[in-house]
């Protein structure tokens, strides 16, 4: 009896979800403090973690918070003058 190879389902390139633009703050902030903790703590990460902590804090960015992860992310957002 012969079995069809299992195919891993096709996820859409990151760029094309168009979710982290849509995101508020507070859900944007979590996740990024989420990878970055897997990512540079807990040391348990795929490409795909990298990629999509690199598209949150460039999105953060993007929105004018102050982002700094030397040791621990801390992202702040500038006070307004």
């Known amino acids: 009896?012969?079995?069809?190879?299992?195919t891993k389902p096709k996820l859409r390139?990151?760029?094309?979800?168009?979710?982290?633009?849509?995101w508020t703050d507070?859900?944007?902030?979590?996740?990024?403090?989420?990878?970055?903790?897997?990512v540079n703590v807990v040391e348990c990460f795929g490409s795909r973690d990298v990629m999509e902590l690199h598209m949150a804090l460039c999105e953060l960015e993007r929105r004018d918070f102050d982002i700094d992860d030397a040791r621990q992310l801390v992202?702040?957002?500038?006070?307004?003058?």
């Open 75 to 81: 992202i702040t957002k500038p006070e307004e003058d």
């Open 13 to 22: 390139p990151l760029h094309k979800r168009g979710q982290l633009k849509d």
């Open 1 to 6: 009896m012969k079995t069809k190879a299992r």
């Open 26 to 38: 507070a859900e944007l902030i979590d996740h990024a403090s989420s990878l970055h903790h897997q």
